[in-house]
């Protein structure tokens, strides 16, 4: 019997509400999307359908075959993620799930084991890269019902933030790629390609391997450190000399990227971290101000974005504007307390380093993750890989409000997918902190653009 057959016949319907706006779709809730899942909990799927592809297909937006699949995950701080449902965003806002089914799209929304899983031996079941290998057995079940499900499998559209949204540029950059084949084996997912249309990634916290190095590239001399809604904190001496080191190793790296404009500029860094590529990001940001002065927006509040005497924005100016949310290190802590240093914990170990850097200044005789696994949690590592399908249309966006991560990253991650020859949609949405789907109506409008422009996927 093939256990990963989609049933036409097994959904409710259904109806969502809010804000004065209504939904009614099919759901199809709870599909096991894997043969030998380890966490049938999580490795689960919500499949909707708006009804007026049966009540009136002719008023519906596309025939039903060629509606494109939305695919929101619901993945947070590298935590075991449920599928999504029509609803809000951790932030209280309409998430992706109920705006696409108010526009006629068909939502795929998979659920993915994440840190501090654990089997009924106590043994830990999420830790990297269990996230991203049951986002491609999602993918690969659509695809094995491709004759029977609602939608189009080949214009699948994933969507995520923050921790979701580095998986959502994984899935991107990983299509097909060998590497997670043996884990896939092992769930039992179906035998099926796992490249996907298009990636939506809201404030990515990826490159974790070099995030640390990325953060006090841009925080270092900011001592004080606001997180969450903790108390403000100093950093100690021992940190401050710390985020030094770090600083000083983020250039060298960026400069191996051999990073381009779209000018094709070469984009760099000097030992203080001043130059090109923080000129890019710094143009970037005073984009976003203009934009937001041309709707009318006083931006008298903001003296760093008109410095005396010089071109704007102040990089440092805006720095202190932001300021610092993280310790030092920011992700690869040598006491191992970071979300991150779970996520490349093992069925054994709670919690490992990844970082050499870390690794040698560990506090507690922290073990370091093997080398594959960090691997292949870094969508940097895939995007100029031959062996990967690498998606042609990637939006990127990270808020001029964002302390979570570096704004390098999202910056890393656009330029090396424009070196690959991908469609990049990328912006610095102005005063946005951490968060997504703050922008359904653009994203939408992106969504249909590339969906009727039609696939740039290069076999
Ligand atoms: C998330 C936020 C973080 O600051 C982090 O380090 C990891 C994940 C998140 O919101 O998903």
């Known amino acids: 019997m093939d256990m990963l057959r989609f049933d036409p016949e097994a959904y409710a319907v259904k109806e969502a509400e809010l804000d004065g706006r209504k939904v009614r779709y099919r759901a199809y809730e709870n599909i096991v999307y894997a043969g030998n899942p380890i966490d049938p909990q999580y490795q689960k799927m919500n499949i909707y359908v708006p009804e007026i592809y049966y009540e009136a297909p002719e008023r519906a937006p596309f025939e039903l075959k060629e509606a494109p699949v939305f695919m929101p995950n619901s993945v947070g701080g590298y935590m075991p993620g449920l599928p999504q449902e029509p609803g809000r965003t951790f932030t209280g806002i309409m998430n992706g799930t109920f ?8 939502v795929a929304a998979p659920g993915a084991r994440g840190r501090g899983l654990k089997d009924k031996e106590g043994k830990n079941t999420g830790t ?8 491609k057995a999602a993918v690969r079940y659509l695809r094995h019902n491709k004759d029977v499900i609602p939608g189009n499998t080949e214009r699948i559209i994933s969507n995520g933030t923050s921790a979701g949204g580095a998986l959502s540029c994984l899935l991107g950059s990983t299509g097909n790629h060998p590497d997670y084949e043996p884990f896939l084996k092992e769930i ?3 035998d099926e390609r796992d490249d ?16 640390d190095m990325a953060y006090e590239w841009e925080f270092c001399g900011l001592d004080r450190y606001y997180f969450r809604d903790q108390p403000e904190c100093c950093l100690t001496e021992e940190q401050r000399a710390m985020g030094e080191e770090e600083k000083r190793g983020f250039p060298p790296y960026l400069n191996s990227l051999a990073l381009r404009d779209e000018q094709g500029r070469e984009l760099s860094l000097e030992a203080d971290g001043s130059g090109s590529f923080r000129d890019y990001i710094a143009g970037k940001v005073m984009e976003s101000a203009e934009r937001e002065e041309e709707r009318g927006t006083e931006m008298a509040a903001f003296p760093w974005l008109k410095p005396e005497g010089g071109k704007g ?13 993280k310790p030092t290190p920011a992700f690869d802590d040598v006491r191992l307390g970071t979300p991150e240093n779970e996520l490349f914990g093992s069925r054994e170990e709670e919690a490992r380093h ?10 507690v005789n922290g073990k370091m993750a093997e080398a594959s696994q960090i691997h292949m949690m870094n969508p940097l590592n895939y995007m100029e890989d031959e062996n990967s399908t690498v998606c042609g249309y990637f939006r990127i966006r990270h808020g001029t409000a964002d302390r979570d991560t570096s704004l390098a990253i999202s910056a890393e991650l656009t330029l090396t997918l424009k070196k690959a020859g991908c469609d990049v949609d990328y912006a610095l949405p102005w005063g946005i902190p951490h968060s997504g789907d703050y922008d359904l109506e653009e994203l ?11 696939s740039r996927r290069k076999d």
């Open 313 to 325: 924005p102040d990089w440092d100016g805006y720095v202190r504007y932001r300021t610092r949310m």
């Open 128 to 135: 990297a890269p269990a996230c991203i290998v049951d986002l």
């Open 99 to 106: 705006y696409a089914l108010e526009q006629g799209y068909v």
């Open 354 to 363: 990844f970082t050499e850097f870390s690794f040698k200044n560990s506090l």
């Open 444 to 454: 939408f409008s992106w969504i249909r653009r590339i969906s009727s422009a039609g």
């Open 188 to 190: 039992g997912a179906a």
């Open 196 to 211: 996907i249309f298009a990636a939506s990634c809201y404030c990515p916290i990826t490159d974790l391997d070099h995030a």
